[in-house]
């Protein structure tokens, strides 16, 4: 464990929503970027307690050729780890080097304990879950009414979220879930962090039409 990683606590499975990373312009996603019609992952990042960051600056450099070992791990971090601007090996070798090199896991054991929360939860379907709890894409909300429907969902957990800004609208990004410290299993956030408005309605965009692509 190098000195960055000290005192994490516990884990955040940053979970990115497609069509709002990929409908702002400078985001040019992939045109492939539009089969993900569902919560993908952003990362896996250490926190501490009181939700403070920890962000590498030393530890192994990323290596894909053993990621590339792990045939089922590829496959499935195609699926749920997609880089909706192309290269993934880019993306995963990002987050690795800013978020995983130093807290003492090795490379694999780590991209798998996001793989496996991912899986086991059943993440890929926490659309449709949010939809029985009244969070239907194209609509507004307030950050409270997408907080009670994760935490009322099988999930039952409180999140924080990620906003960003398309004009004068602000739109969901991320669910961010507390993850314990085994990366096994979900827990309540304790802290409060994000850029979302508490006040104004909140967009879950649908508009794949919309979006930007990455020239070909
Ligand atoms: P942003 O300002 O877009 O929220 O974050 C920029 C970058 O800072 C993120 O991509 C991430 O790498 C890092 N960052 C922001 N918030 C956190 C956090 O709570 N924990 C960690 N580990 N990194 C964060
Ligand atoms: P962080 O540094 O916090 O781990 O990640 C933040 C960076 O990741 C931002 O620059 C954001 O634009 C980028 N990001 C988020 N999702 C994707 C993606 O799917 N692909 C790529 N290449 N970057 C992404």
Same mark, same amino acid.
């Given at each position: 464990v190098f000195p960055d990683a000290e005192d994490y606590d516990h884990f955040y499975l940053v979970l990115q929503w497609p069509p709002t990373f990929c409908n702002l312009a400078p985001n040019k996603c992939h045109k492939n970027a539009t089969k #993900?019609?569902?919560f993908t992952i952003h990362g896996l990042w250490p926190q501490k307690k009181n939700g403070g960051g920890i962000i590498c600056t030393s530890?192994?450099?990323f290596d894909y050729d053993k990621l590339a070992r792990e045939k089922k791990l590829i496959e499935r971090m195609k699926k749920f780890w997609p880089?909706?601007?192309? *290269?993934?090996?880019? #993306? %995963?070798? $990002?987050? %690795? /080097? *800013?978020?995983g090199r130093c807290i003492g896991l090795e490379q694999n $054991?780590? !991209? /798998?304990r996001a793989a496996n929360v991912y899986a086991n939860e059943n993440i890929s379907s926490?659309?449709?879950?949010?939809?029985?709890?009244?969070?239907?894409?194209?609509?507004?909300y307030r950050i409270e009414q997408y907080k009670e429907a994760i935490k009322s969902s099988r999930l039952n957990v409180t999140p924080n979220f990620q906003c960003n800004e398309h004009g004068q609208v602000q739109q969901l990004l991320e669910v961010k879930l507390c993850v314990c410290k085994k990366g096994t299993k !979900?827990? $309540?956030?304790?802290?409060k962090v994000g850029q979302c408005s508490t006040t104004s309605l909140i967009r879950f965009p649908h508009e794949w039409n919309k979006i930007t692509h990455r020239p070909d």
């Open positions: #993900f019609t569902y530890g192994p450099a880089n909706l601007r192309g *290269k993934d090996e880019q #993306f %995963w070798g $990002d987050e %690795w /080097n *800013k978020h $054991d780590y !991209f /798998n926490l659309v449709e879950e949010l939809e029985k709890h009244e969070i239907h894409e194209g609509k507004s !979900f827990q $309540d956030c304790t802290y």
